[in-house]
């Protein structure tokens, strides 16, 4: 539940309380959006956007009926709101599970040993050649743009640097397929 003090804040405009959800949730949101492939400035646009949404549904009296802490509920906000905007710009990786549970962030933690699909992944990644790592590391882990990759990469055009990305994740997708034989 979420307490009554964030919920009437939210409600009424409180600077006070707008202030505080910002400076205690800030730092750790941000960090916690770094498992996607978002540049600084994209998190941080998802961190207040995530916030806008939060008072909206307090002022629509939405919130009284959420189950999970505020923190829960802002984190997960902001999952679905990264999420679509890597769908939005086409940086959505075609082995991500979207009906993956809401990971708090005291649950995720990056000295876990990697489970079984990602340890596929890094297999086939390897088996990929040189341009098809140096492209999906490029778009998919760096966060750059289909032009950012044409500028830095040398490409002739950004319709060169699309079709190389969809070979190399139709290549990665198959020896993925491969391995699970």
């Known amino acids: 539940m979420i307490d009554k003090k964030w919920i009437e804040g939210l409600q009424t405009n409180n600077h006070e309380v707008i202030g505080a959800l910002y400076q205690e949730h800030k730092s750790a949101f941000i960090a916690f959006l770094g498992r ?17 949404v939060l008072k909206k549904q307090a002022i629509r009296g939405q919130l009284q009926k959420v189950r999970h802490s505020l923190k829960t509920y802002l984190y997960a906000i902001g999952k679905h709101k990264a999420i679509d905007m890597l769908k939005k710009n086409a940086r959505y990786p075609i082995w991500a599970d979207d009906d ?3 990971v708090q962030e005291d649950d995720y933690s990056t000295n876990e040993e990697p489970n079984e699909r990602q340890t596929q992944i890094q297999v086939a990644f390897e088996k990929l050649g040189k341009s098809c790592k140096k492209v999906l590391t490029m ?6 743009s289909i032009t950012e990759i044409k500028r830095v990469g040398g490409y002739e055009n950004e319709n060169t640097v699309r079709a190389q990305k969809s070979r190399c994740l139709k290549s990665l997708k198959d020896l993925i397929t491969k391995l699970n034989k």
Do not use: C, K, T, V
């Not at 996607?36 to 916030?51: G, M, V």
């Not at 778009?139 to 750059?144: A, D, E, H, I």
């Open 100 to 102: 993956l549970p809401d």
């Open 139 to 144: 778009f998919y882990l760096q966060g750059l």
């Open 36 to 52: 996607y492939p978002l540049s600084e400035a994209e998190r941080q646009e998802i961190f207040h956007d995530s916030l806008m």
